[in-house]
């Protein structure tokens, strides 16, 4: 019978016959099972030594009834041990007995268990344990900690990417513990948070000496769109795009790649955040020195467009050297898209205008090496000559005319009729037309000619005023008729307005409704002006000048009459303006 029933049995057969008061503190069927096994538990590291070594595996005694077995390449996991008969092992019971009565002993579990116990403590203590890299897996590399197996993620391997890891395998170096999960058996472990502790005191060492306009050695650890990070050691460092060259560069992978060694120039050195801002350029003469000799303002050079934006365009004069000519300065008569003016690579001659070196600006112009078409065509016109074009656009405004080298002139609403509105005579034309103006004004400065097509035409205006005199008489016709007083005919393309309150000396009758369309009332001339080409009428002063003529001719104030009785008798006598040329001579015969 196996030794494990035998004790399985003796546990049954005390429980079953020893009397009750026989029993102690210490149950009989345990104290038996020791005798039986000795006081090794499952699940527990134990002692033993090695008696016998036989192929590939060593047969230990644990101080029980029976020996286990467990295989030489548990003894050499991670490095390698030379074991012999004799020696003194840890090893993990496992089981106690088999089915072959074998103790299952394991040496693995016993580092592995030995090794939780100090990693545990190192975890919580943030300490650094020992180990080594001695295998690959998907994500990263296997770490042997004495026994027990960790995994090393990629990213943890370094502070920046490594391509060949060969050379830090099968070495011991420290790791840190990022991670540990005792039920599953995973632990998680760093190499770089070791390397960045070192790092930053190393860091903290270099910042404390490092001066602005100290000259460093790096490597290119980054590349982004706004410049590199530099790697000087144990700190980084900002080399900004603008500073990597004085030749404009669009990105800063034109001219570096990751791994790269350089030189590099401290230029600001900020202590309260530690942070390093370099150069590269600063390293070369700049090519700005001088500057206002090698290119004086209103020479004539020559250039290549290196790159167009909306608001201009930049020339290249020699390497590092550029200029903007801005969209105003590229064309005498093409204003609004740099794109279609120039091209990159394009050879231009320019003219410098401008130079501020401390800023490194330069302004350009390109129209300035041409001749000025404006001032050309002033010369050949003059103000009150007709000329002949055609409308290339219409707007609200008014209309632009083509006159010849991308010239337009414009003909401003105002100055398109003397009789319609505006509004109405610009619908008359359209893009195409053949028109015929009179120049106006030339202002070559401000690129302007004005045109007119009404000029071609006497002004009826000057027709009318001859003749209307302020504080004349005279009879209108409504057309027109608001809230604000109402618009009379004075001639043909010529009209004026008569304001509410000058509607009549009576407020009640100050109502422009009383008037219709059509209605001819007689007015006085307050103002006429020839500027504004402006008219003002008033029924209130002539009817106040009537009153006072009246009041002049058939009474007075003083008289005791009523201003009433002096209007009736007025009206009841024949007017003089109103006797006929007969009666008149009829009078004078007698």
Known sequence: MPKNSTATLTKEIVARETPQEFASNENFADMLEESLHGSKKEGEVVTGHIIAIEGDVAII????????????????FGGKNELKVGDEVEVFLDRTENRYGEAILSREKALREESWVKFEKAFEAAQHVEGIIFGRVKGGFTVDLNGAVAF???????????????????????????????????????????????????????????????????????????????DLGSADGLLHVTDISWKRISHPSEVLKVGQHVKVKVIKHNKETGRLSLGMKQLEESPWAGIELKYPVGGKFKGGITNITDYGAFVELEAGIEGLVHVSEMS??????????????????????????????????MKQCQDNPWAAYADKHNPGSVI???VKNVTDFGLFVGLGEGIDGLVHISDL??????????????????????MLSVDPEKERISLGIKQLEHDPFDQVVKPLKKGAVATFQVIASSDEGIEVQVADGVSAFIKRNELSKDRVEQRPERFAVGDRVDAKVISVDKATRKISLSIKALEAEEQKKAIAEYGSADSGASLGDILGVALSKPSKAKEKPAAKKAKKAE
């Open 61 to 76: 005694d644990i101080g029980m009834k029976t020996e286990g077995k467990v295989p030489l390449r548990e003894f050499s």
């Open 152 to 230: 090393l993620p990629g990213s943890q391997v370094d502070v920046r990417p490594v391509k060949d890891i060969t050379p830090l395998m099968n070495i011991q170096q420290p790791f840190a513990i990022l991670k540990m999960d005792r039920k599953r058996g995973n632990i998680v472990v760093s190499r770089r948070a070791i390397l960045e502790e070192s790092r930053q005191d190393a860091r903290n060492e270099l910042l404390a000496q490092v001066e602005e306009g100290q000259i460093l050695d790096g490597v290119v650890k980054n590349i982004t769109d706004y410049g590199a990070f530099i």
């Open 332 to 365: 005498w008569t093409k204003k609004n898209n740099p794109g279609k003016i120039v091209s990159t690579g394009q050879e231009v001659q320019i003219t410098v205008l401008d130079i501020d070196p401390e800023k490194h600006r330069i302004s350009l112009s």
């Open 388 to 390: 002949e074009a055609e």
């Open 417 to 438: 009729s003397w009789k319609q509105a505006p509004e109405e005579a610009v619908k008359q034309y359209k893009k195409g037309d053949k028109i015929k103006a009179m």
